[in-house]
């Protein structure tokens, strides 16, 4: 009934860009929260940046100045502009949302919604 789609993640060298966008699906009422978080091979998931409806953007210290978080709300859309990458960067991507929604007549609310993934890979 709601999902979160992923796009733009890919091989990139050290040092390139990548943009990736994140967009919620379905009858969406309000999104309070919508992120970016990323997981390496062996290690645990972790933030990488988060926007909310009051207008707080978090980064986590390892991309700040170098990834920047938008978002669309007419889109109910969030996007990831990531300079500078390095090999560290390698990792997939989760979109994660906080939202409302209607099912039918009944307005549901999600906490932690997360999508597929989509997999960023910088070479060195």
């Known amino acids: 009934q709601v999902q979160l789609v992923e796009s733009g993640g890919g091989l990139v060298q050290a040092g390139g860009s990548l943009n990736l966008s994140c967009a919620a699906s379905?009858?969406?009422?309000?999104?309070?929260?919508m992120g970016w978080y990323r997981q390496a091979p062996g290690k645990q998931r972790e933030l990488v940046a988060v926007?909310?409806?009051?207008?707080?953007?978090t980064y986590a210290d390892s991309v700040r100045g170098r990834f920047t978080i938008s978002t669309d709300n007419a889109k109910n859309t969030v996007y990831l502009q990531m300079n500078s990458l390095k090999p560290e960067d390698t990792a997939v991507y989760y979109c994660n949302a906080d939202l409302r929604f209607y099912s039918g007549v009944v307005l549901r609310t999600v906490t932690s919604l997360w999508g597929k993934g989509t997999l960023v890979a910088v070479s060195s």
């Open positions: 926007s909310t409806s009051s207008g707080s953007i």
């Open positions: 379905g009858r969406i009422e309000s999104i309070s929260a």
